[in-house]
Each structure stands twice: as structure tokens, then as C-alpha cells.
């Protein structure tokens, strides 16, 4: 089974660093810039994103997780 990240609605870009001609590497501002996008790639992305979307939503469902962050309890009083 493939790992899903789960609790992360809102992750946005910080920056692009272009790898030779053929790929990016995508600066996200929850500080992770791991891995390299091929244009193909991200081409393909964006061509199927609806039911790339439906995919991953219904793998959080599976899991029993979410996109949106875990909501701290509050303190007890004492």
C-alpha cells in the first residue's frame, strides 16, 4: 500500500529550481522539497486532476484520515 499524506490542505509553493532541461524541483512552504518533477509529469497532473483528486480522496477515506490538519484538544482545567 502507498503512503498517502494526509492533513495537509493547504501546502503552497515557495519556489522552483529548474533541474538540467527535463524537471523542477518544487520548494513547498511546509519545508519539504524532496524529489524531482519531469515536465511530463507535471503535465500529466494537470490533465487528470479531477480524478486524481477523486483517487487520493477516496485513499484518506480508506485510511480513515483527512486533508484538513488535526485540530489540538483543548487543556484540560484544573
Known amino acids: 500500500m502507498s503512503s498517502v ?3 495537509r490542505r493547504h501546502v503552497g509553493i515557495m519556489g522552483l529550481e529548474p533541474v538540467g ?3 523542477v524541483r518544487i520548494n513547498f512552504d511546509d519545508l519539504h522539497s524532496t524529489g524531482l518533477y519531469t515536465w511530463d509529469y507535471l503535465h500529466d497532473l494537470g490533465q ?3 480524478s486524481r483528486a477523486k483517487q487520493y480522496i477516496a485513499a484518506l477515506r480508506e485510511q480513515g484520515a483527512s486533508r ?3 485540530k489540538l ?3 484540560a482545567k484544573q
Open 73 to 75: 484538544k483543548p487543556k
Open 5 to 7: 499524506a494526509a492533513g
Open 68 to 70: 484538513d490538519p488535526r
Open 21 to 23: 532541461n527535463y524537471a
Open 48 to 50: 487528470h486532476k479531477f
